[in-house]
């Protein structure tokens, strides 16, 4: 009801409330059943461009040029600044730990429940842009710049799951049976050689077969 100019992200609480992170505002809206909505989180940064849920805890990025806050008892504070300039995706593993995906270049850490921080694995691209987990707990990473899926396994080794051919990886979930859903667009150069439109792609992908001969299997 407070109408910001954008809603970036949204995460749910297991009790039910939803938090969202706006844009323009730079705030954390709490949506609770039955209660009147409040801000939770008023940043200074324009924008809330992730937000993550871990037991009471809400984790909050900021951007540009912002950081990661936890909402814990009431209160913000800085939880997590990495030197990248945007912080674009935010997700919390089985283990607890938050999974940060950054830009410019891209970048993914990790971080535990004490702050301790643990450099992940920097893909080939511009910046990474979405973070979510599969059904077995897995951690995904989509990219822009190029717009690929990554999948990391226990041992967070990643591993392409898709190659969109587009320029932005921008959103994925978990179906049932190991199916994984992502959304890619086109923009800029790679829109303009189709026409000059944004272009949007859904992709449906397989769980990959069994490993043969220490080959990974391609996937379409």
Do not use: C
Request: hydrophobic share 40%.
């Amino acid at each position: 009801t407070s109408t910001p100019a954008q809603v970036w992200s949204l995460a749910a609480s297991a009790d039910g409330t939803l938090w969202a992170g706006t844009g323009g505002d730079g705030r954390v809206l709490r949506m609770r059943p039955g209660q009147p909505e409040d801000v939770a989180f008023d940043a200074e940064e324009a924008n809330v461009f992730a937000v993550a849920v871990s037991g009471t805890r809400v984790y909050a990025a900021t951007g540009p040029d912002g950081k990661v806050y936890v909402i814990e008892n009431g209160a913000a504070r800085p939880f997590f600044d990495p030197a990248e300039k945007y912080i674009w995706a935010l997700s919390v593993d089985a283990s607890g730990r938050l999974w940060v995906g950054a830009g410019s270049p891209a970048t993914i850490y990790r971080v535990d429940a004490a702050g301790a921080t643990q450099f992940t694995y920097r893909p080939p691209a511009a910046h990474v842009v979405t973070l979510a987990r599969d059904n077995d707990g897995r951690v995904l990473a989509g990219t822009e710049s190029p717009g690929r899926l990554y999948r990391f396994d226990a041992g967070d080794r990643p591993f392409v799951v898709l190659d969109s051919g587009l320029t932005e990886l921008r959103a994925v979930t978990a179906g049932a049976g190991g199916v994984l859903f992502a959304a890619a667009v086109s923009r800029g150069e790679d829109a303009a050689a189709s026409g000059g439109e944004t272009t949007s792609v859904g992709f449906a992908a397989s769980p990959a077969p069994p490993r043969r001969r220490g080959r990974w299997p391609a996937v379409r």
